[in-house]
């Protein structure tokens, strides 16, 4: 078998095996040096505990061995610690510090980060969602504002036609979504709108 190195990343819940993300990844796309993670934008967790492997393929072939002997590493066996627990009892709060500038094609938000954390949903549309220009996960890791108080921003490419746009932001965790926000559903919006001429 003859290919470039990749690594097949698989999670699933301990106890239920319920699989919750499983794909390839390129050696290029997520190792830098001798250590390689991914931060994959469709992985929302719930509280709970989860296991980890990971399976390697190269020019010389596929990984072999492992905790059952079939190539994957990971897991809780084998005195492997691929395996972790959220256990958040509440859902994160509201984000706070919304900033919003659009110039050259690019929308560049910023927001506060929030503790218990994981991910933010990002909306940039005209009043009461009736045209959606943007709406996107983004991790709280990729961002780098894993820590509280630090400056979550997202450079976002975006074409905008002329019109009044708003941004808007929630917080989720392995706890859940946040609750409240102007409307009540749980985003933060920033106010007054940014028009763009």
Same mark, same amino acid.
């Given at each position: 078998?003859?290919?470039?190195?990749?690594?097949?990343?698989?999670?699933?819940?301990?106890?239920?095996?319920?699989?919750?993300?499983?794909?390839?990844?390129?050696?290029?796309?997520?190792?830098?040096?001798?250590?390689?993670?991914?931060?994959?934008?469709?992985?929302?967790?719930?509280?709970?505990?989860?296991?980890?492997?990971?399976?390697?393929?190269?020019?010389?072939?596929?990984?072999?061995?492992?905790?059952?002997?079939?190539?994957?590493?990971?897991?809780?066996?084998?005195? /492997? +610690? !691929?395996?972790?627990?959220? =256990?958040?009892? @509440?859902?994160?709060?509201?984000?706070?510090? #919304? &900033?919003?500038?659009?110039?050259?094609?690019?929308?560049?938000?910023?927001?506060?980060?929030?503790?218990?954390?994981?991910?933010?949903?990002?909306?940039?549309?005209?009043?009461?969602?009736?045209?959606?220009?943007?709406?996107?996960?983004?991790? /709280? +890791? !990729?961002?780098?504002?894993? =820590?509280?108080? @630090?400056?979550?921003?997202?450079?976002?490419? #975006? &074409?905008?036609?002329?019109?009044?746009?708003?941004?808007?932001?929630?917080?989720?965790?392995?706890?859940?979504?946040?609750?409240?926000?102007?409307?009540?559903?749980?985003?933060?919006?920033?106010?007054?709108?940014?028009?763009?001429?």
């Amino acid at each position: 078998m003859s290919e470039s190195p990749k690594y097949y990343v698989y999670v699933r819940t301990q106890g239920t095996n319920i699989t919750k993300y499983l794909q390839w990844h390129t050696t290029a796309s997520v190792c830098s040096g001798g250590t390689c993670s991914i931060t994959p934008e469709s992985l929302i967790l719930a509280n709970g505990t989860y296991e980890a492997y990971v399976y390697a393929c190269g020019v010389g072939g596929c990984s072999t061995g492992g905790v059952y002997n079939n190539g994957w590493g990971g897991g809780n066996q084998g005195g /492997s +610690n !691929a395996t972790f627990t959220y =256990n958040f009892l @509440t859902p994160p709060g509201l984000v706070d510090g #919304l &900033t919003f500038n659009y110039t050259a094609g690019n929308a560049v938000v910023s927001w506060q980060s929030v503790p218990e954390t994981t991910w933010y949903y990002v909306f940039i549309g005209t009043e009461n969602a009736a045209y959606t220009a943007h709406l996107q996960w983004y991790s /709280s +890791n !990729a961002l780098g504002c894993v =820590n509280p108080a @630090t400056t979550c921003t997202a450079t976002i490419p #975006l &074409t905008l036609p002329a019109g009044n746009y708003y941004l808007s932001v929630q917080s989720a965790g392995p706890g859940g979504y946040s609750v409240g926000g102007l409307v009540g559903n749980g985003f933060q919006v920033l106010e007054p709108p940014l028009s763009v001429p």
